[in-house]
């Protein structure tokens, strides 16, 4: 009766923030905006169209389409829940194999910035994945956003990683610029950059993620340095922050400020 009791109380958590993460999601305001356009890219594959022309504003790169065709094959808001869940289950499985404990999960999971990404549809937590993979593989994954994944590429060349890196960067700039348009900054309203004001942060943070081969340091480094970046790419800043449980619970608490501040 007691280990009932005990383990009915280890899932009273994650049940109660599943719970307010469907239902605050179920109430945000244009639910799923980049959904809106990832789910047309899918479907323009499915119809031999350019996905670059049917959704205008796509700007990821074509190799997501294998992920996001399958679930175009779906109507539209039941692509869009299996997304969330998608997403959610991917965002649980690259904190554990990061090294996160059950506490710090919990924690980043109340983070306006764990919501926001989930809520417009985004795809923050396929690039943290990527980061948990083997370089031949998790390479091609996080340069989806290289703007988020820019120093992580620094740490794996400094590993002697650069027989798989360098021939996946070359591949996907070639392809990129041959088919996808690259977005100027007056097409990019949403960016929450801290551009040029970061980049002495991000060059610290970079320094020791990569003196140090820490993944959470090379992903924390990586928003201060881009011009350009999404407002749910800050979770990454938070992820060194799980090893002190005060200094997460007050960068959350910062986060919500900052989150509120961008969005008024």
């Not at 504003?57 to 039941?78: D, N, R, Y």
Request: glycine share 6%; net charge positive.
């Amino acid at each position: 009766m007691i280990q009932i009791k005990v383990r009915a109380q280890k899932y009273i958590m994650p049940a109660g923030i599943a719970s307010l993460i469907v239902f605050v999601m179920s109430h945000v305001p244009k639910m799923g905006v980049d959904f809106w356009l990832l789910y047309p890219a899918g479907r323009a594959i499915w119809n031999l169209q350019n996905p670059y022309i049917v959704a205008h504003g796509f700007f990821s790169p074509p190799w997501l389409l294998v992920l996001l065709a399958p679930v175009a094959l779906l109507e539209f808001q039941i692509a869009r829940w299996v997304w969330f869940a998608l997403g959610v289950l991917c965002y649980l499985i690259a904190f554990k194999r990061l090294g996160l404990t059950s506490w710090a999960i919990m924690y980043l999971m109340l983070s306006p910035f764990f919501y926001y990404d989930l809520g417009i549809g985004n795809y923050e937590w396929l690039i943290l994945l990527g980061a948990t993979l083997p370089a031949s593989i998790g390479s091609w994954i996080v340069i989806l956003k290289p703007q988020a994944s820019i120093i992580l590429f620094g740490m794996w060349l400094k590993q002697r990683r650069w027989k798989v890196i360098i021939p996946v960067v070359t591949l996907a700039v070639l392809i990129s610029l041959r088919v996808y348009p690259l977005p100027n900054q007056s097409e990019l309203p949403w960016s929450a950059d801290v551009w040029p004001y970061g980049i002495p942060i991000g060059i610290v943070l970079a320094w020791f993620a990569i003196k140090q081969d820490d993944t959470l340091l090379a992903l924390a480094a990586a928003p201060f340095l881009s011009p350009y970046v999404g407002l749910q790419t800050w979770i990454m800043v938070l992820l060194p922050l799980t090893r002190n449980k005060i200094g997460l619970i007050v960068g959350i608490l910062v986060s919500w400020v900052c989150m509120f501040l961008f969005i008024t």
